[in-house]
C-alpha cells in the first residue's frame, strides 16, 4: 500500500528545569533518567508516530524533528534561531512551580507575536504531575487555571509526567493529527 511521510519540526520552550528534556526523552526512549544533568540536553532527536485512522491501504506517519533548548533557556535572544519555521511548540511548565505558568505565558505571547497563529500548533504542557499524586498540597498550578488559560488562546492542553510516562504520548498524537489535518 501507500506509505506517506510527513515531517514537521517541534520546538520545546519554557523555563529550565520543567522538565523538557525528559518530555523528549520519555517520547524517544521511552525511559527517564532522575539525575541527568539539565545542560545536557539533546539538541536534536526524531521519532516517528502513526496517524491513527489511516487505513491498511494507505497508512501516514509523522516524523516529528526535535529540537530541545540545550540549557539556553536564560538566553532569551537564542529562542528565535530554535522556534524558526517549527510546525509545532511544546510550552512546558512545571505544576508545583506558579512562577513557571507565568514564564510558559510570556513564550505563548512571544510564539504568537513572531510566527503567528495560523502557522504553528502550539501545546501547553503541564508536567511533573507524579509529585501531586496523593500529594496534591504539591500542586501550586490548578488543572483548570491552566486548561482555562488554554481553550482561551486556543492551544492544546495536556498535563503529564516524564517521569511515570502518563500523557506523553499523547501530546504528540494530538499535534501529529492537528499537523496531519492542515
Ligand atoms: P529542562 O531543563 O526543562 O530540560 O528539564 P529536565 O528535563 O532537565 O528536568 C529537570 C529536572 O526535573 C530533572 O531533575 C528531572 O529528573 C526532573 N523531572 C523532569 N520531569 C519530571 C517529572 O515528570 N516528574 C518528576 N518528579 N521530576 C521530573
Ligand atoms: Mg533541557
Known amino acids: 500500500g501507500n506509505r506517506v511521510m510527513l515531517q514537521f519540526k517541534l520546538v520545546l520552550l519554557g523555563d529550565s528545569s520543567v522538565g523538557k528534556s525528559s518530555i523528549v526523552y520519555r517520547f524517544v526512549k521511552d525511559s527517564f533518567d532522575e539525575f541527568r544533568e539539565s545542560t545536557i540536553g ?15 491501504q494507505s497508512e501516514t506517519v509523522i516524523k516529528f524533528e526535535i529540537w530541545d533548548t540545550a540549557g539556553q533557556e536564560r538566553y532569551k535572544s537564542l529562542a528565535p534561531m530554535y522556534y524558526r519555521n517549527a510546525n509545532a511548540a511544546l510550552v512546558v511548565y512545571d505544576v508545583t512551580q506558579q512562577d513557571s505558568l507565568t514564564k510558559a505565558r510570556a513564550w505563548v505571547n512571544e510564539l504568537k507575536n513572531k510566527v503567528g497563529d495560523e502557522d ?3 501545546c501547553l504542557v503541564g508536567n511533573k504531575i507524579d509529585l501531586c499524586d496523593g500529594d496534591e498540597d504539591k500542586r501550586a498550578v490548578e488543572t483548570g487555571e491552566a ?6 488562546q486556543s492551544l492544546l492542553f495536556y498535563e503529564v509526567s516524564a517521569k511515570t510516562g502518563s500523557g506523553v504520548r499523547q501530546i504528540f498524537e494530538s499535534i501529529g493529527e492537528k499537523l496531519y489535518e492542515t
Do not use: C, N, P, W
Open 120 to 122: 504553528l500548533v502550539i
Open 42 to 56: 539533546a539538541a536534536f532527536l526524531s521519532q516517528t508516530i502513526k496517524i491513527s485512522g489511516s487505513s491498511e
Open 147 to 152: 486548561r482555562d488559560y488554554a481553550a482561551e
